[in-house]
């Protein structure tokens, strides 16, 4: 798949940061917002949604790939994750971004200072758990 260009990770990182402002999180006061850019253009968005119950929190990168299953989208190019501190996504995120498939650019964002990191989701999380795991035992 082509490579980003500047524009395109700059709209990314913005829509992470505007989903980020919607998160809820009371109860770890941690803000995280995401945003996916399809192959067409279009970004979907995400945030982190909290439960008292911790484990039934959703954290935004789920969301946003929700959101874009939802909107009948499949496959997509990058995704971008704003927090402060530029948090890396968790395990079960990086497996439910895999499933779809796709080696895309992950781009982590630290809200205070702007630093960005860029890496592809295989660097992240690799031999990930696919089909092929599913079917081979038969």
Not at 4 to 14: F, M, S
Not at 27 to 56: P, Q, R, T
Not at 73 to 102: D, H, K, N
Request: hydrophobic share 45%; charged share 20%.
């Amino acid at each position: 798949m082509n490579e980003l260009k500047q524009a395109e990770i700059d709209r990314l990182v913005l829509a992470a940061i505007e989903a980020r402002d919607q998160a809820y999180a009371p109860h770890s006061h941690f803000y995280v917002g995401a945003a996916l850019l399809m192959g067409d253009g279009k970004i979907v968005g995400g945030c982190n949604v909290e439960n008292a119950s911790y484990s039934l929190t959703i954290c935004a990168e789920r969301v946003a790939a929700s959101a874009a299953v939802s909107q009948g989208y499949r496959t997509w190019r990058a995704v971008a994750i704003a927090s402060i501190g530029g948090a890396m996504p968790c395990g079960a995120c990086r497996q439910f971004l895999a499933e779809f498939g796709m080696d895309i650019t992950v781009i982590t964002i630290d809200v205070i200072d702007n630093q960005r990191q860029i890496r592809k989701l295989s660097q992240l999380l690799p031999d990930a758990f696919d089909s092929s795991d599913i079917h081979s035992h038969g």
